[in-house]
């Protein structure tokens, strides 16, 4: 439960709702606020149950959450099993009701709203049928029918466009940005092409890198083929070891095997395929071409409503009722004359049966065994790529499950013996207690006669005077045991340590002289480790600053690079202009028109003329643009004045046409005179 309101308070920290809840305020919302709450996650499915409960009754807002629940498919907990105790929780408010409701909707909250959205326009209006013998009734219903299948074939395409990840937007980018590349492919090979014709030998290098390029995509086509190759050679594998399993299979089987029976089972084999073939395949066939055509047929008809199925269903129990009516006729009628061959059919057809039955058991078998055979190769395979042991087979698996009876019976016998001894000590622990119950009740007796004759405590008393006098004389007895083995250890000590210290005194002796020594060691190995740190931060100081060296030197080599990097750009790029600017020269001075077209001077002169060109015709019109200024501003005015008095004209005509008729106005000669 505290899983489920924590999911519902993060849900609601979110977007699109951002309500800053945590546990605590929202455990404590009032029943107002929480029917409230689940209004605001209703209408954020569907924007029509966007309301404020406040202004409905509550009969009117359970009913209302009711309908789209019922539209959403929810349906409520184990715990809920009544609709009247859900209804009324919906209508109080109660958190046994709200938050499982809260927890479905946010759990899937946009196929909620797809579905509502759906639901719109798919929950069809029950029109009753005597309504439906009017005509026009009947054809707006089909509209509606037939409006309501074209929208479920829109929305499927709309939902494959946008599963299939093209969008209009997209594509337009990406054709803009194919075009653009494209024109910049165009440039670069027209660059490239300019630049190869200078160069010697172009049409052998161009077909030298066509060549190339094919040899290149022949690579590649030979490498595909080599790994379909290998993939064939993987599969080939597969059927091979396929085959040697059923070989190792069909000679253990011929081992022990006549060809009496071989010859059995494959007339066996035989018969039942010729029977599959002959007879249940092609019925099977037409059972499905049937089956096809009819589904085929349904297809092409138009979409049957609610009432047209029912309509159906009678009139296939109908026909039903009368084939059934019709056979029993012909059996009675039929039944004197063939009642023997009645009995045959009905047992050739109960054998048929038996038959098919049979077969498609067989055929399940066959179909079973293959893919644990397939499963079984597939095992062995990764078995021996992991390098495990292999799979018993033949006699080693009979020894490896006589060896599991032999075991098995072992543990039943073992598990019978500690049956026995667990029933055993049952019954040892029932009578012990027993025993414990009619000692108790003997000390009871013993007691009251105790009390009886004035000597309450007797037993008691004495039965601890005899423990107490045991336990003592017990006491007594382990002293003096301990006190003589004390006393044995002592004398075992004392003979030990004299032991020890007569053979410890010539090494006593010579781990005083190898303390002196360590004393000297330890003094020369200060020494030489001051020694050594001094040696060791000198070097880590010259280190340190050959590193800033190294590492300057490194810097300055990078450098280096970078400008004669830099440097051979400039070089070959002040080539090239050379290199134009030698071309150029050429076709200038070059005596051939052709030649001259193609300098860089010429086509910029040619640019320039045009250019003045284009400035003389701009500045001619320039000219007449200005000369007309004056009368064309003149005439706009005029217009304007014009439109101005036409505009005051309408608006009198307006007037004229509102007001009250007073007079009346005769226009003769342009003149206009008002007769009262």
């Known amino acids: 439960m505290s899983d489920q309101i924590q999911f519902i308070v993060e849900k609601l920290n979110q977007e699109p709702f951002r309500k800053n809840y945590n546990l605590i305020t929202f455990d404590s919302l009032e029943s ?111 509209q509606y029918e037939e409006l309501m299948e074209a929208f479920k074939n829109l929305h499927k395409e709309c939902e494959q466009l946008k599963t299939s990840g093209l969008s209009t937007a997209e594509i337009r980018r990406d054709i803009s940005a194919m075009e653009e590349e494209k024109d910049q492919l165009i440039k670069r090979v027209e660059r490239l092409k300019k630049r190869v014709e200078t160069v010697q030998n172009h049409q052998r290098m161009l077909e030298i890198a066509r060549q190339l390029r094919l040899e290149k995509e022949r690579e590649e086509s030979l490498a595909q083929q080599k790994q379909e190759q290998k993939n064939q050679l993987f599969h080939a594998e597969q059927r091979l070891q396929r085959a040697q399993l059923q070989l ?5 089987a011929v081992v022990d095997s006549k060809p009496e029976s071989l010859m059995k089972k494959l007339e066996e084999e035989i018969n039942f395929n010729s029977y599959l073939v002959t007879e249940k395949i092609p019925r099977e066939l037409e059972s499905k071409k049937n089956s096809a055509y009819f589904l085929q047929k349904v297809v092409a008809e138009p979409a049957m409503s609610q009432s047209d199925l029912n309509v159906l269903e009678i009139k296939i129990n109908e026909v039903n009722a009368q084939m059934n009516q019709l056979i029993e006729k012909r059996m009675m009628k039929y039944e004197p004359i063939d009642s023997k061959f009645s009995m045959y059919r009905q047992q050739a057809s109960i054998i048929s049966r038996k038959k098919e039955a ?280 005029m217009w304007q004045d014009f439109e101005q008095l036409m505009e005051c004209k309408r608006e009198c005509f307006l007037k004229q046409q509102n007001q009250a008729a007073i007079g009346q106005v005769i226009q003769e000669g342009g003149k206009d005179r008002l007769v009262l």
């Open 248 to 252: 190792k299979e069909m000679h253990h």
């Open 32 to 142: 107002v606020q929480l029917l409230q709450l689940l209004n605001d996650v209703l209408g954020e499915i569907d924007p029509k149950h966007a309301v404020d409960i406040r202004e409905e009754l509550p009969e009117q807002t359970a009913k209302r959450m009711l309908s789209l629940l019922g539209i959403l498919k929810y349906k409520p907990p184990g715990s809920i099993s009544d609709l009247s105790a859900f209804r009324q929780g919906l209508v109080t408010g109660s958190k046994l009701v709200i938050h499982p409701v809260l927890h479905w909707l946010l759990q899937r909250t946009n196929e909620l709203k797809k579905r509502a959205y759906l639901a719109r326009f798919l929950v069809k209006l029950e029109v009753p049928a005597e309504f439906l013998q009017d005509d026009t009734v009947a054809d707006i219903n089909k």
């Open 358 to 637: 049979k077969a498609e058991e067989l055929q399940a078998a066959k179909e079973e065994m293959s893919s644990t055979e397939r499963q079984m190769l597939q095992k062995t395979s990764q078995a021996q790529e992991l390098e495990g042991s292999e799979v018993l087979k033949g006699d080693e698996f009979k020894h490896y499950v006589n060896k599991l009876r032999s075991k098995n019976t072992f543990y039943k016998k073992k598990r019978l013996e500690i049956a026995e001894i667990t029933a055993e000590y049952g019954i040892l622990q029932r009578t012990e207690e027993l025993l414990k119950q009619r000692h108790e009740a003997i000390q009871q007796q013993l007691q009251a006669i105790e009390d009886k004759k004035g000597i309450s405590g007797y037993s008691y008393t004495q039965e601890e005077l005899e423990r107490v006098s045991a336990v003592k004389s017990e006491m007594d007895e382990m002293k003096g045991r301990t006190l003589d083995n004390m006393s044995e250890m002592v004398k075992k000590l004392n003979t030990m340590v004299a032991e020890k210290k007569a053979s410890l005194a010539p090494v006593i002796k010579e781990l005083r002289q190898l303390r002196q020594k360590c004393q000297e060691l330890t003094q020369e190995c200060d020494e030489k480790k001051i020694q050594y740190d001094s040696c060791a931060a000198g070097l880590e100081s010259n280190r340190s600053t050959l590193e800033q060296e190294v590492k300057g030197l490194l810097e300055e080599c990078v450098q280096e690079e970078s400008n004669y990097r830099y440097i051979n750009c400039m070089k070959r790029n002040l080539e090239v202009q050379l290199q134009r600017a030698k071309e150029e020269m050429k076709a200038y001075v070059s005596p051939d028109p052709q030649e001259r077209r193609k300098a860089i001077r010429e086509q910029y002169t040619r640019m320039i003329l045009e250019q003045e060109n284009l400035g003389k015709k701009l500045r001619e019109k320039q000219k007449v643009v200005r000369e007309s200024h004056g009368p064309n501003m003149k005439q706009i005015k």
